[in-house]
């Protein structure tokens, strides 16, 4: 049986190409698993549509397979389509969030065969099982049970039984849902990515160029960048927010885990720069903790970036109410810098306590200003980003999101509100007439950074004027050279400000770091 995978490009051109951690789990678990198949890698190679069609027609397989994020279902419409224009007897599989969260869409505007839920490692084998020896995917419920969804205008898929965590269309076209695997508890128990199946060398020539950030256990040109995925998913569901967990737990690989794939990657490749690949890193201080003094404890020496919760270090009390002390708080920050992080990213999204609650963020903006003053006196270094544009959005709360972060002295990277399937903002989008077709919406979509859909009261003129206007304040104040105000990630002086802010020498770090050995051990 011959197979394929394809890992499409997200933003074709761009200097930024990253490792796929994602299809690096999936392929690594089919390797292993004993089938042979071929990557058609179009990020790497830089490949154009007509390249990728040209491919196509070339290349007959049995099983191709491909998945993205929603924001990228216009070109996962056209690839599917083409693919089968070719080879109309192949199987097509998608996963990722562009199957997951629309496939009564996908099924209606594409031939694809088979959709996979969430987590993919385990289904995807059943399923190339089930191909290979001409097994059923499984058989519907009889009589035929509708399963309920959000997408307004599509033909709800039918209740079947079989391979769990699929969604797959029969040969008299009736669309059967599975329903949804049980997610792996222990994470640990997946092999770690096996880079070698990718041109390896290419993605590490460019992240050499583009990836590092900050550094200070060797010089930053010394930096070899590789990403590294330590835990799935997330703890809450905002509503502008979606993830291809979205209907599993949150779940966090062990320290041990997470330093054995370090230490390979360091020995294969000489990586020592690891981009932290998750939705949410750290979401609690217990955790955290023990997780950065094990990387201290390791002395591993080497760099690594990742997400946090907006209030990590910036909340006083837990839910219940036990006081969580600021010393306790700054210790972990300054701990997060021993291990040598370069980079927590967390979401202010905004300043507004109303909005907040509208988004599900599940935290206070009075934590913003105490988790900036903890990680500044800490030295730990920290981007953010706001979302603009919710329906009660209006000039006066996104003043005071920008006042917020003119007082913390930090830029943001700023995104227009983009509804996405699955989400609250989705469900108020359709149940409300703001997105009235479906597959034209999802079609033109872009990047957050691009204006797509207004639901304020507010003109999209007023609305964006507004957001640069607030944002021209804080590029001004903090003396940025950004001429796109739009950014969606790297350096500018507020983050280099912050380094200078450090005021930490490394000698003080490495005492710190022997204390925490000694406890430890």
């Known amino acids: ?14 200097d930024h190409v990253f490792l796929p951690v994602g299809l690096g789990y999936v392929v690594t678990c089919v390797r292993n698993y004993g089938y042979k198949f071929d990557i058609l890698d179009i ?21 191709v397979c491909l998945g993205s994020i929603v ?29 997951g969260s629309i496939p009564e869409v ?49 033909p709800a898929t039918i209740k079947g039984i079989g391979i769990p965590g699929i969604i797959y269309r029969t040969k008299n076209n009736l669309i059967v849902n599975n329903g949804k695997r049980k997610a ?26 583009t990836n590092a950030t900050h550094s200070w256990f060797y010089p930053k040109d010394k930096a070899v960048p590789m990403p590294v995925n330590i835990a799935r998913g997330c703890v809450f569901k905002c509503t502008f927010c979606h993830y291809v967990f979205w209907h599993d737990p949150y779940r966090h690989r062990s320290a041990e885990n997470v330093i054995a794939e370090l230490k390979q990657l360091n020995k294969k490749y000489g990586a020592n720069f690891f ?17 950065v003094e094990s990387l201290i404890a390791a002395d591993l020496r080497w760099h690594w970036t990742c997400s946090i919760r907006a209030d990590l270090m910036g909340k006083d009390a837990t839910d ?44 206070k903006s009075k934590y913003f200003k105490e988790q900036m003053s903890i990680c500044k006196e800490s030295g730990l270094i920290t981007n953010t980003s706001i979302v603009v544009g919710y329906p009660k959005e209006t000039p006066e709360t996104i003043n005071e999101t920008m006042t917020k972060l003119e007082e913390l002295e930090i830029y943001p990277s700023t995104g227009f509100l983009l509804p996405l399937p699955e989400t609250g903002m989705w469900n108020y989008a359709i149940e409300n007439n703001y997105i009235k077709d479906i597959d034209k919406y999802l079609t033109d979509i872009t990047e957050r950074q691009d204006f797509n859909l207004n639901m304020t009261k507010m003109t999209q003129k007023q609305l964006v004027a507004e957001t640069t206007k607030g944002l021209e304040k804080i590029n001004s104040k903090l003396k940025n050279p950004l001429k796109d105000l739009f950014k969606t990630g790297g350096e500018d002086n507020s983050t280099a400000n912050q380094e200078k802010d450090k005021k930490k020498s490394y000698k003080e770090m490495t005492e710190r770091n022997k204390n925490v050995t000694e406890e430890l051990n």
């Open 320 to 363: 219940k109410g036990k006081p969580i002390p600021r010393e306790e708080r700054l210790d972990l920050a300054k701990k997060f810098v021993d291990a040598g992080c370069v980079s927590a990213c967390y979401s202010l999204e905004s300043g507004n306590n109303e909005i907040l609650e509208d988004m599900n963020k599940k935290v």
């Open 106 to 154: 996908l099924f209606q505007t594409t031939k694809v065969d088979i959709v996979i839920y969430g987590e993919a490692e385990i289904t995807i084998t059943e399923v190339l099982d089930a191909i290979n020896y001409n097994k059923s995917f499984g058989e519907v419920v009889e009589p035929h049970v509708e399963v309920p969804h959000a997408n307004k205008g599509y």
């Open 275 to 291: 981009n932290f690949w998750d939705e949410l890193s750290f979401h609690k201080i217990g955790p955290a903790k023990k997780f």
């Open 43 to 63: 990020d790497a190679g830089n490949y154009s549509n007509q390249y990728v069609e040209e491919y196509l027609k070339k290349n007959k397989y049995d099983v």
């Open 184 to 209: 792996v508890k222990n994470i640990d128990d997946f092999p770690f990515p096996d880079w070698d199946l990718f041109d390896v060398e290419k993605y590490l020539k460019i992240g050499v160029k």
């Open 1 to 14: 049986m011959k197979i394929l995978f394809i890992n499409p490009s997200l933003r074709p051109g761009t």
């Open 71 to 99: 924001t990228h279902y216009s070109w996962m419409k056209w690839c599917i389509n083409t693919i089968k224009s070719y080879q109309p007897d192949s199987k097509i599989i998608v996963g990722n969030s562009v199957g």
